[in-house]
Every structure is written in structure tokens, then in C-alpha cells.
Nanobody, 117 residues
Framework: QVQLVESGGGLVQPGGSLRLSCAAS????????VGWYRQAPGKQRELVAH???????NYEDSVKGRFTISRDNAKNTVYLQMNSLKPEDTAVYYC???????????WGQGTQVTVSS
């Protein structure tokens, strides 16, 4: 069992930056792959960044070059550094941790990111 808590969201102006954190407790976090998802009002939840348990990352096209996902297994935390934020990045951001090739998957409660002037 894993408990996930996201933090770091808030209101930022276009062009600004935020760093989201996903802190895990309750299990050996290093074996989990982690994804950051977002869901804007009236839209489906979408995967924006993903990092494997070995540290390989990939990104949705609209955030490539602006967002960076990283993990610190010693701190049981995954980060999402978001730069050059745009109004269309406004959404609730969720982290998801799962064990590859298993049915074990866990979600955090989400953190609101609002990009507006």
C-alpha cells in the first residue's frame, strides 16, 4: 500500500514556474513507476509526464522542453518542474504510482495549478 500526497500547486502568471511534489509513504517507493496526470474542467485526465522505476522519463508533446519529471528515492518523492507555464496548463495535477506488470496502482488527491494573469 502506498499513500501519495501532492503539493506545490498554486496560482502563477504565464511564463512562470512551479515545482510539484508527490510524496509517498507506506511502501518501497523505488520499485514504483510514477506518472503525473492533469485534468482540466470538462476534459479527460491526461498523462503529461512519466518516470520509470529506473529513472527513464517521457513527456506528452505539449509539455516537452518545459516540464521535467524527476525522482528522489531516498526521499520517496517524485517532482514535476514546470517552466514557461501557459494558461492551457491550468488543471488539477495528480500523481499515480504503480508497479509495472501488476494491478497495483495508487493515486494522490491532486493539487490545483492555475496559470493566469
Amino acid at each position: 500500500q502506498v499513500q501519495l500526497v501532492e503539493s506545490g500547486g498554486g496560482l502563477v502568471q504565464p511564463g512562470g514556474s512551479l515545482r510539484l511534489s508527490c510524496a509517498a509513504s507506506g511502501s518501497i517507493f523505488s520499485i514504483y513507476a510514477v506518472g503525473w496526470y492533469r485534468q482540466a474542467p470538462g476534459k479527460q485526465r491526461e498523462l503529461v509526464a512519466h518516470i520509470t522505476n529506473s529513472g527513464i522519463s517521457n513527456y506528452e508533446d505539449s509539455v516537452k522542453g518545459r516540464f521535467t519529471i524527476s525522482r528522489d528515492n531516498a526521499k520517496n518523492t517524485v517532482y514535476l518542474q514546470m517552466n514557461s507555464l501557459k494558461p492551457e496548463d491550468t488543471a488539477v495535477y495528480y500523481c499515480n504510482a504503480y508497479i509495472p506488470r501488476s494491478t497495483l496502482t495508487f493515486w494522490g488527491q491532486g493539487t490545483q495549478v492555475t496559470v493566469s494573469s
